[in-house]
């Protein structure tokens, strides 16, 4: 592949797609009008919904210097744009700006899922992070976003100053910013490895790089937590496999490699970790948000297990798992935060009795929590069934414990806040049965709570990579 | 001489990061950072990246150095002290040792690949240029669009 | 036969459903009619099939009928059948009349009381129970019936449950049943998975097929079962209490449906404890000791049917000492005319428990003290007990003379000088005990007792009649020896004299030492006895084993409290929930990481990323 | 689609009671659709046939060998039956309950889930079923139990669920051995039968599945979750708990366990078998020093399931068919004791063994049914119980006769725990503040539930002969491998 | 000829200095200084390598990431900057509302 051939550009269509949108939605900015929110939401969406087209619409598979299209790619581009989507949906606030800086984000995951390249991987990170600490900052700033904010952006700085290190590292040892190292790993490219995976570590919210996590999603708006807690998370498991991986013309369909060689010794240990200190912490928030956030850590202990086996490679079916386990939480997730974002609860406190109160969002937002804590019927016992099985077929059986172990305790908890709703009398903080979503939130609820319930179909993980890989 | 030269400058900034850690004011911390990057410019002109350079002297000296005055100079004039207090300062020393060590033991043990010698290419810089607007275009591109996003947090929030 | 055996079952089934689901609601003070017509029928249904056993009507002496396969898997296979032999046509023929004779006196003698129908719901459901588990064809079968006999006993004893006494006593008898039903049940399951099958005919067919040790363990825990049900050391020690239940249930009891049991089950098996000397020897002695033990007790109790309680088991115990000496004659010989005496002395005893009821409080029992000079009052009573005493004590031409002296002469025969003797002395005990019983209650006229009131009169008309009958069948009994023999296919009963003059002196002798002790020699009842607590007690407690079975429960019971609350309820649970907590806990502890400070944030990510990459280079 | 129903149809009902506009109408409906769902499954005797009923499969399986596929052989169709007659009990029993229309629906869901766990033939779709039970329960206890309802529930779930995690490990364990044996993936209990699988792993993998299903049953130590969640469970929700719900434990050795691994379960023996001796013994001792009623039936339950788990682990067939018909034993005598104990509760509010007496002369009808359903659960012959646990035992004398001695003191320890609670509530004279005066006596509507069991008490225990024949054939099919 | 060692030393110095910024220090303008020193320290590595290859691709990298620094840089002191106008002081205890 020649250095010098540029990119073509019929193969960005759908990063222009969406450039286009984030333009549109900066043009309405410029006249206040009420409405701009809206409008831009629409552009937004718009410019969404054309790139997700435009990514099938595109060649199956392409491979040129810096950046790939289609593929695998193609697949977590997708989950990227849906998160999006979920995003602009349920987001009410007036102005173009949080549209506008989310589509930014966008721009950043999409570079982040086609780069072949460490230094477009950089830039995809950079262009990621930099819009989502402004958009925890918020329109309308109140002390507690701003020190989220603070918080995230220094933490998040550092991990980039990180990555970007261990880029320089690399670049030293291997002559190139390629993912291809060429040639055999030396102990240089693995402290490179290192240091670029803490970073994506980082963007998984994985211990301990995790503590900026609960502080950013109790502070920022539910939906905002939401994105983040499925799509940065993906983000950082797709720069982790990417990390481990190492192939320019890689397709993980075919197999795997070993540029990181050392990742099945210590990936499980913070894989236990993570999952038992998440949920752990969880079981004494009193804090919705907060709780959330510290269960998304859990999760993120689950997809690294999730992603150890699929290094560990072999199975064949590992790297489905991964993304169905990706996709099931994308939906319960969204549906839980969605959910506190609607009911305007945000206190353990608040939901008591809420079921009373409201029983049909009472019982939407215990399907999520059921889904989350691995019950049959929902996606989530799939999920984690999934993971499980995989790890058993493998030699990971201490760690398919520990994952059966940390959904006990994980049950713990979000079976006491569907007890809080359902068990408890409505006390004073409770707010009244009003839950009134728009068309856009009501159909993502709806899509959520429909998601939430494929465990009946054991074969949904294969019905998914079939779909994903068209 | 002039890879000796180069690593004279880069210990310059190493000094003058040093110095920036222990300043009581920040005026003094910026003043040493102005350092560190002048000093890493002048690596750069060494090292033949001049375009470069430039540009360091530019944004960093220019536009970086001019936001971080304004932060200083809005921050309210008190004399605090400069370290945290938690982590307990030892623990974060401690913390700080670790990499130290590491970075010593690498060098000791595995140590860069002693690849081809210093040389000078020329052309290097147009090559730089057509490359930022070909093949590295969407990332050029990318990059804009970062500063674009940056700038945006520049809005002021609606009243 | 079959009509015969039809009747055994429907008669009792339906006077029970009728009583239940008609009486009860609309004329339960005439409950007892279709009780009395079925025990009736059942009475001449038995006499009939004595009739053909005896007549030789029935091939081999047995009649068996299949009824159904009750429970099968596999090679388990369960059939309920009937079997009537000579043996159980026998015993059925005395059980179902005398229990036809205590239903009638129970019907004068519970005529007041206001759970009249359910007392006989109770009773007789008691005798259907016993019927069937005496013409059960096997084991289970009549392990089936054996526990309805218990179950019925123990609401029949706790019948006045108001009485803490008497609900503590049905609880320790069906308990203690229990106790010995494990033995029974061990030993059908051993039968079950050697045999695989508890068929009489077919056990006893093949009792080749089994190991040494299994059939000495089969001896050994149908006999822990009998010895409960028949009041044997150390199972004993629920009939005493037993005395709590109304008067016709404790003859019944005693008489014909429960303490018989037992000795029927051990006569059952004589064919397996035949092969196995070991348990028959073992089986002996534990029923000369119960006997000479209880006769001890029996001798110095003043309540009246305490004292026949004792002497009820003093009496098993000579039947088994009969069934270990391996004269099944002798023992169910002595089953029948025990049977008729038996029910004869308690039916007195509550005859004479009627006429005190006034002075008794309503109490199930009456002592000496309360009698005293009974006989002029109640001379029909008297004359009743007196033949029922002489029975017991074996002076002939009475029924007990003549089935005492078989099972002597059976133990004679084996040689055994002190069996013999001692046996001799349970002989001349019984003439003590009861004599002593008669002497004091109904001639003694000692200042200290308190005597009938004055007006104190002889039960009714059907009272009357059953005591008179079973005054008959006590007197004569002691002819039935030849017939039954024949059901039996033992040889005939002849009177050894020497030994006949032995059982004679002995009683008689006893019967004096009653007369010098309680008429002569008051003192020993008024004066001495009370001077030795510590012996009273001693006796009271038979001996100590009463005193320790109850330290046992005692202890089982705080056991299982120990268990409920120290283990389950304060460790064991709250240790389980203490994980929870932990968990909660840990979570806090883990809070010490982080207090929200952005510099400590900043130090674990350069502290992660920096052993990360130390791992991670120095591993390579 | 036979099978299917039996669980659709239930499932389908709790939506439909759930959108009733009335209360009324909800319990009404509720009410009928059970009984009709009892009659069909004892119609569904009807194309029964050679013990099994019908494999009904749908679609092809997948790569991970997943299919749904579901059949009952006597034991199971026995357990539906089981199952669907205690839901219409329970429901009957909670009539008069003003409760709301949720209520009801959850006992048909939780109708459902036992229908699924009881005809699945695939094990995913086992564990599905087994895991959905869950739910309906933790609300059936947690919105309409006691006073302390609210940690009963959590302890329920969070207790069970380590189970099921266990049992979910232990499935796909076993489903990856089958794999590596025969390089076939399959979920198919008929298919995993049929290849051993011997070593440590399989050694491990056993362990778990039987942890999973030993939570359930309960087995000693891991029976503590049971007593609570039966205390401060509602009346009829006991009645599922202990007649349906504690059967899919052994329902789950039965038909996973023994057939899936013959060597390691005649192994277990001495563990397993001795595990459920010590059930017997534990559960009586404890229940001997209960005072609270429901608390004492609920170790009466302990003491009887571990006559089950003896039955079953003798490896006869005596032994497992004996386990299998006590398990309807149980079902009906513990489910009645619960009723009985849910109606004295329903007019005194009080369940403790000290609070009555005189009931026996008070409430004459209650006490007679008290009464016999006691006998039964103490084992009485001529009664169901009685003959469950003969043949449990039987089964285990030909294994093992220690344990069937020490298993048979149970029966004298049933007698120690049993009578006495009955001499309290019914013949001790009612001490002061008892809650006997003025107690009315059981009406038409529980004398029609009560008198079912006890017909059905009397026909299992004077004539078993027809419902062992349903369950001899899988139970001897168990026996010879 | 000098080793590369000397480089690595100097770039990964630092670079660990600028981490010390951010661990050690409290005003957050100070820990936007650590964050640039960091993002230089790796520059200079990367110049160092290009200029040695005669790599273009190098010195392209080193390019945008400047500008890539700047911009972090500027939403940095934005964020600095708000929190200077709800008059607080930027400091790292004062942010310790958030917390378990």
């Given at each position: ?22 333009a549109?939605?900066l043009a ?6 009420p ?10 969406a ?8 435009l990514?099938f619409?595109?060649p199956?598979?392409?491979d040129?210097?810096l950046l790939?299209?289609?593929g ?11 998160a ?5 949906a349920?987001h009410?606030a007036?102005?173009?700006r949080?549209v506008?800086l ?11 899922a086609?780069?072949n390249?460490?230094f477009?991987?950089?830039i995809?990170l ?5 819009p989502?600490?402004?958009?925890v900052?918020g329109?309308?700033?109140?002390k507690?976003k701003l ?10 700085g550092?991990?980039?100053g990180?990555f970007?290190f261990g880029l ?5 040892e291997t002559g190139t910013?390629a993912?291809?190292p ?6 240089g ?5 290192a240091?670029?995976?803490?970073a994506?570590?980082?963007k998984?919210?994985?211990?301990p790089?995790?503590?900026?996590l ?5 502070a920022?708006?539910?939906e905002?937590?939401?994105?983040m ?21 890689f ?6 490699g070993?540029a ?7 990936l499980p240990a913070?894989?236990?970790?993570t999952?038992?200190?998440g949920n752990?912490m969880a079981?004494r928030?009193?804090?919705v948000?907060?709780?959330l956030?510290?269960?998304?850590i ?11 086996v699929?290094?560990?490679?072999g199975h064949?079916?590992?790297?489905s ?5 990706l996709?099931a ?10 959910f506190?974002a ?6 353990v ?5 809420y079921?009373a ?5 009472a019982a939407?937002?215990a399907l999520?929590?059921f ?5 049959p019927p929902?996606?989530?016992f799939?999920?984690k069934f999934?993971?499980i ?8 059986a201490?760690?398919a414990?520990?994952?059966?172990l940390n959904?006990?305790l994980g049950?713990g908890y979000?079976?006491?806040?569907v007890?809080?709703m ?16 728009s068309?856009?939130a009501?159909l993502?609820?709806l899509l959520c ?6 465990g009946?179909?054991p ?9 994903l890989?068209? | ?6 690593l004279?400058?880069?210990?310059g900034a190493?000094v003058f990061?040093a110095l920036?850690l ?5 005026y003094?911390?910026?003043?040493c950072?102005?350092?560190v990057l002048?000093q890493?410019?002048?690596?750069y002109?060494?090292?033949g990246?001049?375009?470069?350079g430039?540009?360091?002297?530019l944004?960093?000296a220019g536009a970086?150095m001019v936001l971080?005055v304004?932060a ?11 370290f945290a207090?938690?982590p ?11 990499p130290f ?6 060098l000791?043990?595995a140590?860069p690949a002693?690849?081809?010698?210093w040389?000078?290419t ?9 490359l930022?607007?070909g ?7 990318a ?5 674009l996003v940056a700038s ?6 609606e009243p | 036969m ?5 009747v055994?079952?429907?008669a009792?089934?339906?006077a ?5 689901f008609v009486?009860?609601?609309w004329r339960?003070?005439k ?8 025990c009736?029928?059942?009475?001449a249904a ?6 053909r056993?005896?007549?030789g ?5 047995v009649w068996?009928?299949p009824?159904y396969r009750?429970a099968?898997a596999g090679?388990?296979?369960?059939e ?11 015993v059925l023929?005395?059980v179902?009349?005398?229990?036809t004779l ?5 019907v004068?003698y519970m005529?007041?009381?206001r ?6 719901l109770y009773f007789?459901?008691f005798?259907l129970s016993?019927?069937g588990?005496l013409?059960?064809?096997n084991y289970?079968q ?6 309805g006999?218990g179950?019925?006993s123990?609401?029949l ?8 006494s008497?609900?503590a006593?049905a609880?320790?008898a ?8 494990l033995?029974f049940?061990?030993a059908?399951?051993?039968l ?7 068929r009489?005919?077919?056990?006893f067919?093949?009792?080749?097929d ?9 001896a050994?825990?149908?006999?822990m079962?009998?010895?409960?049900k028949?009041?044997?050391f ?5 009939l ?5 239940g109304p008067t016709?249930v404790?003859a ?5 449906t429960?303490?018989?049991a037992?000795?029927?089950l ?7 404890l035949?092969?196995v ?6 089986i002996?002695?534990v ?6 033990g209880a006769a001890?007790?029996a ?8 004292v ?6 003093s ?5 088994m000492?009969a069934i ?6 002798g023992?169910?010989?002595h089953l029948i005319?025990?049977?008729?005496f ?15 009821h006034?002075?008794l ?6 002592s ?8 002029r ?5 008297f004359?009743?007990?007196l033949i029922?005493?002489l ?11 003549f089935s005492k002296d078989?099972i002597?002469e059976?133990?004679h ?6 069996l013999?003797l001692?046996?001799?002395l349970?002989?001349?005990g ?15 006229e000692?200042?200290e ?5 004055a007006?104190a009169?002889?039960p009714g008309?059907?009272?009357?009649v059953?005591i ?6 006590s007197a004569a ?7 039954l023999a024949k059901m039996?296919?033992?040889?005939a009963?002849?009177?050894d004299?020497?030994?006949s003059f032995?059982a004679?002196g ?15 020699r008051?003192?020993?009842d ?7 607590p ?8 038979d001996?100590?084993w009463?005193?320790f079975t ?9 056991f299982?409290?120990?268990?409920s609350?120290?283990?389950e309820?304060?460790?064991w ?5 203490s994980?929870a907590?932990t968990?909660v806990?840990l ?5 010490l990481?982080s207090r929200?400070?952005?510099?400590e944030y900043?130090w ?12 991670v280079?120095?591993c390579? | 689609m036979l099978?299917?129903w039996l ?5 389908l009902?709790m939506?439909v ?5 009335s209360?009324?109408?909800a319990?009404g409906t509720?009410?009928l659709?059970?009984l009709?769902?009892?009659?069909y499954?004892?119609?569904l005797l009807a194309?029964?046939?050679e013990?099994l ?7 092809v399986?997948?790569?991970l060998?997943i299919?749904?596929r579901?059949s ?12 669907a007659?205690?839901?219409?009990l329970s429901?009957a ?9 949720a209520?009801?629906a959850?006992f048909?869901g939780?109708?459902a889930?036992?229908m699924?766990v009881?005809?699945?033939?695939d ?10 039970a869950?739910?309906p ?5 947690g919105l ?7 940690k009963a529930s959590l302890?329920?779930?969070l207790y069970?669920?380590l189970g099921s ?6 499935l796909?364990?076993?489903v990856?051995?089958?794999h590596q044996a025969t ?7 008929s298919a995993?039968?049929k290849?051993?699988?011997a ?16 939570v359930?049953?309960p ?6 979750w049971?007593?609570d969640a039966h205390?401060e469970a ?9 007649g349906s ?5 052994l329902?789950g050795?039965?038909?996973?366990l ?5 060597d390691?379960s005649a192994?277990?023996l001495?563990v397993?078998?001795g595990?459920?001796v010590?059930n017997i013994l534990?559960?009586a001792?404890c229940?001997m ?6 608390r004492?039936?609920?170790?009466t ?6 006559f089950?788990l003896v039955?079953?682990f ?5 032994g497992?068919?004996g386990?299998?018909?006590q398990?309807?034993?149980?079902g009906?005598s513990?489910g009645g004791?619960f009723l ?5 509760y329903e ?5 403790g063994?000290?609070d ?8 004459p009808?209650?006490a007679?049914?008290f009464?016999f359903?006691l ?5 009485l012959p ?7 646990e003969t ?7 030909k ?9 048979l003191i149970?029966?004298v320890?049933a007698?120690a725990?049993g009578?006495p609670?009955f001499?309290a509530?019914?013949?001790?004279p ?5 809650a ?5 006596d059981?009406?038409?509507?529980e004398r029609?539930?009560l008198?079912?069991l006890v ?6 225990g004077?004539?078993p002969?027809p ?9 001897s099919?168990?026996a010879?491998? | 000829m000098i080793s590369?060692?000397?480089v690595?030393?100097?770039?990964g110095?630092?670079?660990i200095?600028g981490?010390a ?14 964050l ?8 200079l590595?990367i110049?160092?390598y290009?200029a040695?290859r005669g790599?273009?691709?190098g010195?392209a990298?080193a390019?945008l990431v400047?500008a890539a620094?700047a911009?972090?840089?500027v ?5 600095i ?20």
């Amino acid at each position: 592949m020649n250095a010098l051939t540029p990119v073509p550009l019929s193969l960005l269509a759908p990063e222009i797609a969406v450039t286009l949108a984030l333009a549109a939605a900066l043009a309405v900015g410029m006249k206040s009008r009420p409405s701009n929110g809206l409008l831009a939401r629409a552009f937004g969406a718009l410019g969404v919904l054309a790139g997700l087209i435009l990514f099938f619409w595109g060649p199956a598979y392409s491979d040129t210097w810096l950046l790939r299209s289609g593929g695998v790619a193609r697949a977590w581009q997708v989950f990227f744009h849906l998160a999006a989507l979920f995003f602009l949906a349920a987001h009410e606030a007036r102005g173009e700006r949080p549209v506008a800086l989310l589509l930014g984000a966008l721009l950043g995951m999409d570079l982040l899922a086609a780069a072949n390249d460490l230094f477009a991987l950089f830039i995809g990170l950079e262009l990621m992070s930099l819009p989502l600490y402004l958009l925890v900052y918020g329109l309308r700033p109140d002390k507690r976003k701003l020190e989220a904010a603070v918080k995230y952006f220094f933490t998040g700085g550092a991990a980039s100053g990180l990555f970007l290190f261990g880029l320089s590292v690399w670049y030293a040892e291997t002559g190139t910013t390629a993912l291809a190292p060429g040639g055999l790993p030396s102990p240089g490219t693995s402290l490179a490895l290192a240091l670029m995976g803490s970073a994506a570590l980082f963007k998984i919210g994985a211990v301990p790089f995790h503590f900026w996590l609960p502080d950013v999603y109790e502070a920022s708006e539910p939906e905002l937590s939401a994105f983040m807690s499925t799509a940065v998370k993906a983000a950082g498991v797709l720069l982790l496999m990417l990390l481990s991986i190492g192939h320019s013309s890689f397709d993980p369909l075919g197999g795997s490699g070993a540029a990181f060689p050392n990742l099945g010794a210590w990936l499980p240990a913070v894989s236990a970790a993570t999952m038992t200190y998440g949920n752990l912490m969880a079981l004494r928030q009193r804090s919705v948000r907060r709780l959330l956030a510290f269960s998304s850590i859990a999760h993120a202990g689950v997809l690294l297990a999730a992603l150890w086996v699929w290094q560990d490679g072999g199975h064949g079916t590992e790297l489905s798992t991964l993304w169905f386990y990706l996709g099931a939480y994308l939906f319960m997730n969204t549906g839980a935060f969605l959910f506190l974002a609607l009911s305007g609860i945000s206190e353990v406190e608040q939901l008591k009795g809420y079921g009373a109160r409201a029983p049909w969002p009472a019982a939407f937002f215990a399907l999520m929590l059921f889904s989350l804590g691995g019950v049959p019927p929902t996606a989530g016992f799939l999920a984690k069934f999934y993971v499980i099985w995989d790890l058993l077929k493998g030699s990971g059986a201490w760690l398919a414990a520990a994952v059966a172990l940390n959904s006990l305790l994980g049950l713990g908890y979000y079976l006491s806040l569907v007890r809080t709703m359902t068990l408890d009398e409505p006390g004073p903080r409770t707010p009244d049965g009003s839950f009134c979503p728009s068309a856009a939130a009501g159909l993502v609820l709806l899509l959520c709570a429909a998601a939430s319930l494929l465990g009946f179909i054991p074969e949904a993980r294969e019905w998914l990579f079939t779909l994903l890989t068209l | 001489m002039t890879e000796a030269a180069f690593l004279l400058c880069g210990a310059g900034a190493v000094v003058f990061a040093a110095l920036a850690l222990f300043q009581r004011t920040l005026y003094g911390s910026a003043l040493c950072l102005l350092g560190v990057l002048l000093q890493v410019a002048g690596a750069y002109f060494l090292a033949g990246a001049r375009l470069l350079g430039l540009l360091q002297v530019l944004v960093y000296a220019g536009a970086v150095m001019v936001l971080l005055v304004i932060a200083v100079m809005s921050s309210p004039p008190r004399l605090a002290r400069p370290f945290a207090g938690t982590p307990p300062a030892w623990l974060g020393w401690l913390a700080l040792l670790l990499p130290f060590a590491e970075l010593l033991a690498f060098l000791r043990l595995a140590g860069p690949a002693d690849g081809a010698p210093w040389r000078w290419t020329p052309g290097l810089e147009t090559q730089t240029a057509s490359l930022l607007f070909g093949a590295y275009a969407p990332l050029t591109e990318a990059v804009g669009l970062l500063v674009l996003v940056a700038s945006l947090s520049i809005l002021r929030e609606e009243p | 036969m079959q009509t015969a055996a039809l009747v055994l079952f429907a008669a009792p089934v339906s006077a029970l459903l009728l009583g239940f689901f008609v009486f009860r609601r609309w004329r339960p003070e005439k409950t007892h009619w279709p009780m009395l017509l079925s025990c009736a029928a059942v009475t001449a249904a038995s006499l009939w099939m004595c009739v053909r056993i005896h007549d030789g009507f029935i091939p081999d002496n047995v009649w068996e009928l299949p009824v159904y396969r009750w429970a099968c898997a596999g090679s388990f296979v369960l059939e309920f059948g009937l079997r009537v032999d000579g043996l159980s046509a026998a015993v059925l023929g005395m059980v179902s009349l005398v229990s036809t004779l205590i239903h009638l006196y129970a019907v004068g003698y519970m005529a007041e009381d206001r759970s009249f129908n359910r007392f006989f719901l109770y009773f007789h459901f008691f005798f259907l129970s016993m019927v069937g588990l005496l013409v059960a064809d096997n084991y289970l079968q009549m392990y089936v019936f054996w526990e309805g006999v218990g179950l019925a006993s123990f609401l029949l004893i706790g019948f006045w449950y108001e009485k803490a006494s008497a609900r503590a006593a049905a609880w320790k008898a069906f308990l203690t049943n229990r106790i010995g039903d494990l033995g029974f049940m061990l030993a059908v399951f051993l039968l079950l998975s050697s045999l695989g099958t508890v068929r009489f005919t077919d056990v006893f067919a093949r009792l080749g097929d089994l190991p040494h040790g299994t059939l000495y363990a089969v001896a050994f825990l149908l006999f822990m079962g009998a010895a409960a049900k028949s009041a044997q050391f150390p199972l004993h020690v629920w009939l005493p209490d037993a005395m709590e239940g109304p008067t016709p249930v404790s003859a019944l009891m005693h008489a014909a449906t429960m303490v018989t049991a037992g000795v029927f089950l051990m006569a059952r098996s004589m064919p397996l404890l035949r092969e196995v000397p070991g348990v028959l020897a073992m089986i002996a002695l534990v029923g000369l000791m119960t006997s000479l033990g209880a006769a001890a007790v029996a001798a110095t109790r003043k309540d009246l049917k305490r004292v026949l309680a004792y002497s009820t088991v003093s009496q098993l115990g000579l039947m088994m000492v009969a069934i270990g000496t391996g004269n099944l004659f002798g023992a169910v010989f002595h089953l029948i005319t025990h049977g008729f005496f038996k029910a004869l002395l308690f039916l007195c005893a509550g005859s004479v428990i009627h006429a005190l009821h006034e002075s008794l409080n309503g109490a199930p029992t009456a002592s000496v003290d309360d009698a005293g000079g009974l006989a002029r009052k109640l001379p029909v009573t008297f004359g009743a007990f007196l033949i029922g005493a002489l029975a017991l004590s074996g002076i002939p031409p009475l029924a007990g003379f003549f089935s005492k002296d078989n099972i002597l002469e059976g133990v004679h025969a084996t040689g055994s000088l002190g069996l013999y003797l001692l046996s001799l002395l349970v002989a001349a005990g019984s003439s003590v005990y009861i004599f002593r019983l008669l002497f004091l209650a109904f001639l003694g006229e000692r200042p200290e007792q308190r005597g009938p009131k004055a007006h104190a009169h002889e039960p009714g008309f059907r009272m009357k009649v059953p005591i008179l009958a079973l005054a008959v069948f006590s007197a004569a009994a002691g002819t039935l020896g030849e017939p039954l023999a024949k059901m039996l296919g033992a040889a005939a009963p002849h009177l050894d004299l020497s030994i006949s003059f032995a059982a004679l002196g002995a009683a008689a002798a006893g019967i004096l030492l009653a007369w010098w002790a309680a008429m002569r020699r008051p003192s020993f009842d008024w004066k001495w006895r009370r001077a030795q607590p510590e012996l009273e007690r001693i006796l009271d407690d038979d001996f100590g084993w009463q005193s320790f079975t109850a330290a046992c429960a005692g202890r089982v019971a705080a056991f299982s409290r120990r268990l409920s609350d120290s283990w389950e309820k304060r460790s064991w649970d709250p240790f389980t929930e203490s994980l929870a907590d932990t968990a909660v806990g840990l979570g806090e502890n883990l809070t010490l990481l982080s207090r929200g400070a952005l510099n400590e944030y900043l130090w674990w990510i350069v502290v992660g990323a920096s052993v990360l990459a130390g791992a991670v280079t120095l591993c390579f | 689609m036979l099978l299917t129903w039996l669980w659709l149809a239930p499932a389908l009902a709790m939506i439909v009671v759930w959108a009733m506009p009335s209360r009324g109408l909800a319990r009404g409906t509720a009410l009928l659709f059970s009984l009709g769902l009892f009659a069909y499954s004892l119609w569904l005797l009807a194309p029964y046939s050679e013990g099994l009923l019908h494999l009904e499969e749908l679609g092809v399986a997948g790569p991970l060998g997943i299919r749904y596929r579901l059949s009952v052989d006597g034991i199971a169709l026995s357990l539906c039956w089981l199952s669907a007659l205690l839901t219409v009990l329970s429901l009957a029993a909670s009539w008069k309950a003003d409760v709301p229309n949720a209520f009801w629906a959850s006992f048909l869901g939780l109708e459902a889930a036992l229908m699924g766990v009881f005809c699945a033939r695939d094990l995913f779709y086992f564990y599905l079923f087994w895991d959905i039970a869950l739910i309906p329960m933790f609300f059936i206890i947690g919105l309409w139990g006691s006073s302390g309802r609210r940690k009963a529930s959590l302890k329920f779930v969070l207790y069970t669920f380590l189970g099921s995690l266990s049992l979910l490990i232990g499935l796909l364990a076993l489903v990856t051995l089958h794999h590596q044996a025969t390089g076939v993936w399959t979920w198919d209990m008929s298919a995993l039968e049929k290849t051993p699988i011997a070593g440590r792993a399989a050694l491990w993998t056993y362990a778990a599945l039987a942890l999973g299903f030993a939570v359930k049953i309960p087995v000693f130590p891991l029976h503590n979750w049971l007593p609570d969640a039966h205390t401060e469970a509602p009346a009829a929700g006991s009645v599922m708990l202990a007649g349906s719900m504690l059967k899919m434990g052994l329902f789950g050795f039965l038909r996973v366990l023994l057939p899936v691994f013959p060597d390691l379960s005649a192994a277990a023996l001495p563990v397993l078998g001795g595990l459920g001796v010590v059930n017997i013994l534990y559960g009586a001792l404890c229940a001997m020093a209960q005072s609270d009623l429901k608390r004492l039936v609920a170790f009466t339950s302990v003491s009887h399931l571990g006559f089950c788990l003896v039955g079953l682990f003798s490896l006869t067939a005596a032994g497992i068919a004996g386990a299998s018909l006590q398990m309807l034993n149980h079902g009906l005598s513990t489910g009645g004791l619960f009723l009985l104990v849910g109606m004295l509760y329903e007019r005194a509010h009080r369940r403790g063994l000290n609070d009555f007496g005189e009931l026996a002369s008070r409430t004459p009808i209650f006490a007679f049914f008290f009464a016999f359903i006691l006998l039964s659960s103490i084992g009485l012959p001529g009664l169901n119980g009685f003959v469950g646990e003969t043949m449990c035992l039987a089964g285990m004398a030909k294994a093992s006769l220690p344990l069937t001695a020490l298993g048979l003191i149970g029966t004298v320890l049933a007698a120690a725990y049993g009578l006495p609670a009955f001499q309290a509530v019914f013949w001790a004279p009612a001490g002061p503040g008892s809650a006997s005066p003025g107690l009315a006596d059981l009406d038409l509507r529980e004398r029609l539930i009560l008198w079912t069991l006890v017909a059905l008490i009397l026909w299992l225990g004077l004539y078993p002969r027809p419902m062992l024949e349903l369950l001899e054939p899988a139970a001897s099919a168990l026996a010879q491998r | 000829m000098i080793s590369p060692a000397w480089v690595w030393a100097i770039s990964g110095s630092l670079f660990i200095l600028g981490a010390a910024f951010l661990v050690l220090r409290r005003q957050l303008i100070a820990m936007v200084i650590g964050l640039e020193l960091m993002i230089n320290a790796a520059n200079l590595n990367i110049v160092y390598y290009a200029a040695r290859r005669g790599d273009a691709a190098g010195l392209a990298v080193a390019f945008l990431v400047i500008a890539a620094a700047a911009a972090e840089a500027v939403v940095g002191l934005s964020l600095i900057l708000a929190l200077l106008r709800s008059d607080e002081a930027a400091e790292t205890d004062r942010l310790q509302e958030l917390a378990d």
